[in-house]
């Protein structure tokens, strides 16, 4: 489809290992967003590129998260040494440049849950 | 820092009933505001947003918000909801120039019931 993707849409994993979740924005848009949202919440942000460009990443809550997105199109969002506090929706939304303050466009997310 | 405020976090309508969902922000500069919905079983998506320009703003299927800056408030509104209007809805904002960060409410969920 022409959507924003997001995999994979559930993971369960057990205290201590490392995930990774993936982002495959919607073709031509060169700007990207990672949120988290808790149950009951709304999306917080994490970070986001310009193209492989990480512009912001003051989102991130410490340094077991981090993110990628080495040729500008598919993002991969890496939390190692995962805790039962990282349980959350994974957001992924994408726009075109200069677009984001103009509305994003959201993917499925990733369900993780920690064990 | 910015944030963002929404007032109810659930509501419950009959359809027919008229619709105002609060949202109030905190950011001394100029924003962009937006509302988006998540339908259940689907992706969040925009519903309205504004920049500029008419305070009052129109989006998809019947629903508006008016911008009043001096009450920092961007509250949402639709005459007569119908069932299919059942949804998550969520305010945001991101700074007015270059502002790519975006803020979001907590979210009100709304039930109408048919």
């Known amino acids: 489809g022409a959507g924003v993707s997001q995999s994979p849409r559930y993971k369960v994993t057990k205290r201590g290992q490392d995930v990774a979740l993936r982002c495959d924005p919607i073709?031509?848009?060169?700007?990207l967003y990672w949120y988290r949202q808790a149950l009951g919440q709304g999306p917080e942000f994490l970070t986001y590129?310009?193209?492989?460009?990480?512009?912001?990443k003051s989102g991130l809550p410490n340094d077991r998260f981090s993110a990628e997105r080495p040729e500008g199109s598919i993002s991969t969002l890496t939390i190692q040494r995962t805790e039962q506090r990282d349980s959350a929706m994974y957001r992924c939304?994408?726009?075109?440049?200069?677009?984001?303050?103009?509305?994003?466009?959201f993917g499925p997310g990733t369900r993780l849950t920690v064990l | 820092a910015q944030s963002v405020s929404q007032h109810n976090h659930h509501v419950i309508l009959s359809e027919a009933a008229s619709l105002e969902l609060g949202c109030n922000y905190s950011?001394?500069?100029?924003?962009?505001l937006f509302w988006y919905v998540q339908y259940p079983g689907q992706h969040l998506q925009l519903l309205l947003k504004?920049?500029?320009?008419?305070?009052l703003v129109k989006g998809i299927k019947g629903f508006e918000a008016e911008f009043i800056k001096s009450k920092f408030s961007f509250n949402l509104r639709k005459p007569s909801v119908q069932w299919s209007d059942t949804a998550e809805y969520f305010c945001?904002?991101?700074?007015?120039?270059?502002?790519?960060?975006?803020?979001f409410g907590a979210g009100t969920r709304l039930f109408v019931k048919a």
């Open positions: 939304a994408s726009s075109l440049e200069g677009q984001g303050a103009l509305g994003q466009y």
């Open positions: 590129f310009n193209y492989e460009a990480q512009q912001d």
């Open positions: 945001a904002v991101n700074a007015g120039t270059g502002g790519f960060k975006t803020i």
């Open positions: 504004y920049f500029s320009g008419d305070p």
């Open positions: 073709s031509g848009h060169v700007s």
């Open positions: 950011y001394g500069g100029t924003v962009n």
